[in-house]
């Protein structure tokens, strides 16, 4: 005979009440059915979006902590430790030399059940003079962002559209110009038609350069003065790519834009946002 019992064996021992055993399992079930489960958040875009090295941005520019970064770069400061975030955007990409020059087979490679692809592309898709990144705007463009968020999901991973963050750009009055035309409305469209979550960066970014307007707006792009970094003796003002301030601003808004979101990447966010300066 077994002198020392299990605790499931001692349990009738105890005469404990049947209500308090079944309250005690239950708490067991529930609090293991509410673990989070651990994700990776692919990121595919352009160089609005994707990383850069920092180390080589030194060396071409001249000089350390080149101010150049993409907003995915950020989105981490903004989610809990159960979600990494894999940036995986490309400068210079499209939707379509994204997937002809093997960058999507990267991602499908990692890729597992449960995870999140974030879909960001437009800026070179718009590039009529270059037929290997050029797509039309309702057409292959539009098909290419629906594909992508299709094989996500037949790899079990959930999709996000966004659509292209604005360009820094004011007309006379002061208001800013929309240069992406088509794209913006094709994207809305292809998350539609798909039935992904869609977080409209681009209206939130419009939104949001108004509001500064055209001086304080310089502080998300690269507005750098002559003399500061030795290979650009004539300083450089880039209306395209984000800042510091810029990458952490746009991620900030696709954070509030998720949240209001159907996505279950909501779930991943952090109550309290810290400065996420501290990871760029």
């Known amino acids: 005979m077994n002198e ?74 903004y989610l809990n430790d159960n979600a990494e975030v894999r940036n995986m955007a490309v400068s210079g990409r499209s939707s379509k030399n994204f997937r002809a020059q093997g960058y999507w087979d990267k991602v499908l ?22 037929t290997t990144r050029y797509t039309e705007a309702f057409g292959e463009f539009k098909d ?6 299709k094989e996500a999901e037949e790899y079990g991973a959930f999709p996000v559209i966004a659509t292209s963050i604005a360009r820094r750009k004011f007309n006379a009055e002061d208001h800013l110009v929309d240069t992406h035309g088509d794209y913006v409305l094709a994207s ?32 998300w792009f690269l507005h750098i003065k002559p003399g500061v970094f030795e290979k650009l003796p004539e ?26 979101s159907k996505s279950s990447l909501k779930n991943y966010l952090l109550d309290e946002r810290p400065d996420c300066n501290n990871i760029l």
Request: aromatic letters at 12%.
């Open 144 to 149: 290419n962002l629906i594909r992508y968020a």
């Open 4 to 77: 020392y019992p299990g605790i499931i064996a001692r349990l009738p021992h105890f005469n404990f009440p049947l209500q308090v055993v079944t309250f005690f399992f239950l708490t067991l079930f529930f609090m293991s059915s509410c673990a989070q489960k651990k994700v990776k958040v692919f990121c595919i875009g352009d160089s609005t979006m994707s990383h850069y090295d920092l180390k080589k941005m030194e060396e071409s520019y001249g000089g350390s902590d080149f101010p150049r970064r993409g907003w995915a770069m950020a989105l981490s400061a």
């Open 235 to 260: 300083g450089m003002e880039d209306n395209t790519h984000l800042s510091k301030q810029g990458a952490c601003a746009v991620s900030g808004l696709f954070a509030e834009g998720l949240e209001q």
């Open 188 to 219: 809305r469209e292809a998350a539609k038609e798909a039935g992904v979550p869609l977080i409209d960066l681009n209206q939130m970014t419009t939104d949001y350069l108004n509001q500064l307007g055209p001086e304080e707006s310089k502080e």
């Open 109 to 130: 490679e990692e890729i597992q059940e449960g995870d999140f692809v974030v879909i960001q592309f437009g800026h070179n898709d718009e590039k009529v003079e270059d």
